[in-house]
């Protein structure tokens, strides 16, 4: 009975979504409304829920929406719609900082400490907007390099080291992911790409669907940026398209609501019985993201069924954490947070977190450059050249390339003339070395009564492996290198890590280190996911996203490996689908 009533309540939050524009803003207001005025036939569930409207979640629901055109598709995100200057902010690719430090764009969050860093913390970083950390990233395309830890590496049945290439190159196309004409490249990109190349880094080709160099190089690279300077992130690349043609009546996007916890059919857990292991998932249970609107109350829990099945691509932090808080986990951990332990998979151990260590230089040779300079990102000639669709100073990327090295387990560096972290207006260049990790961590499982809002905890153990210390010393002293390979005229000098590039120690390394910002395998594919993505033990609900990678790919970012899974997995779900999924709508 509470079932049947929680049912229609679910079906007049789906009419209020049917009504309102294609992106709608949840409210709890809104919720009511509808419900008050419900004599129509409510719709009937939608036939797949999507968790989380980031880099897989909008490429998922795009892909599964026009693949299944009788299926009726609903995703969830937690942001909320963005304002007039959010939306500058993660389109603008100068301002990629900018959206580090909106909340509202950007979670900023600690890690636990790392014994690997003395102790230290670090601060991570993830997008709370549509199009997830896609939206609010550094852009950078990168695949991996051959033999890499691609896609066809991860055990997912059909994806293989010979057909992964489709996947990413069909990504790679929707995104438009192309290397910056010259006047879209920050100034003295040549400059360093001549001081890389004589300290033994040479420039190489980095076109997407070039395989990168086996050993190094440095190339500019291809950014996800359209030929009119515009953030091409997996909103405005999949979803706005889809909303705008092929999926316009079976595709809802439902922003500013977080889900809560997984829902499973009542014959197995409901009524007060004790749960048995669950093998299929309802639906979800949502509530307004907390500080969206009103403060969240326990009252505020929405219900939405899926009648063929739940995606969760929650992302890096948020797969894991609502896997757990369903009872899916590490079942002694589970218990001792106050959670009914369902399903015992080790959800959130393993993870693969990168560290990174800047070399900065300081020039004094030629003038600021521009990507650097405040004063003229701030001009209104600036802003409306931008507008127009003419390119400028904010359709300029802040990071200038990427070269690629194989000392230890190896790794990159995205090099930058512009300040992400620091506030712009010096004459500094930066290279960041971001390895790929040894070492692993792991992401625990919050108590039952932490709030929604609170962060997960996360174990990230950077440099947690000795040899993840070598390795990111050794990347450090070659961009030491590089630094003092710059032309004379140029006026380079090493400031950091140490002055004028004298030698350091691993102490340092571990000293300096930061969060690379790029995270993997909260469920992964193998411990967790069965090869067709699934939890194992369950026959409808999957995950795909950054979490379902196993180790940290060998390129400059996993994004590019998100988007290929996302577009194998849905490509999967309509072939599975194709022949039954009528959705209602016929
Ligand atoms: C600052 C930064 C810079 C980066 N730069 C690069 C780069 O240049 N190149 C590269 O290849 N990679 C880069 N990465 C990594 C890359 O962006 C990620 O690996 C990738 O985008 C992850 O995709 P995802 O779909 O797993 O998660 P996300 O894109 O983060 O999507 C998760 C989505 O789920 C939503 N969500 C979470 N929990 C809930 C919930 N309970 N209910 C509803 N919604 C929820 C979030 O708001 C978010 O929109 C960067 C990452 C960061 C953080
Ligand atoms: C728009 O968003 C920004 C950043 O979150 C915020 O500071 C600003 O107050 C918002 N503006 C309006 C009009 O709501
Ligand atoms: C920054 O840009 C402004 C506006 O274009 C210009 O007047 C100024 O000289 C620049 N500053 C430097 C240090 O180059
Ligand atoms: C949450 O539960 C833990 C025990 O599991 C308790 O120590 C803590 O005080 C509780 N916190 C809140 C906010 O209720």
Redesign the pocket.
Known sequence: MAMLSERRRAAAVMIAATTAAAVVAASATAAVAATAAAPVPPPPAPDFVIVGGGTAGCALAARLCAGLPRANVVLLERGAPRNETEELIVRAPLRTAAAWRTPTLTAAFPSAPNAGLRGRAVTLLTGTTLGGSSAINGAQWSEPAAGGGGAGTWGVAGLTAANAAAYYARAARTVGAVVPPRRRRPAYTDAWLDAAAAAGLPRVDGSPGVAPPPDRGSWVHPLAVTPDGRRADACAAYVAPALAGACAANLRVHQGVSVTKLLYPTARCGGGRRCRRPTAVAGIEYMPSPGAGAPTKAGDARVLYARRGVLVAAGPYGSAPLLHRSGIGPAAALRS??IPPLVDLPVGEGISARASGTVIGRYSGVPLAWVNNATAAALPAVLAQWRAGRGGLLATAPTSGLSRWTAGAGGYTSVSFSALTTPPGAPHFFATCIPNPRSVGRLRVA?A??SLAAPPVVETNLLGDPRDVATLGACMRQQQAVVAAFRPGFGMVAVAPTRGGTPFTDDAVQAAALSGLHIVGGAAVGPVLDARLRVKGFRNLWVVDASAVPTMPRSAGPMSSVYALAEFAAEAIVRQYGGVCGGGRG
Do not use: L, V
């Open positions: 947070a106050g108590a009564n932490t």
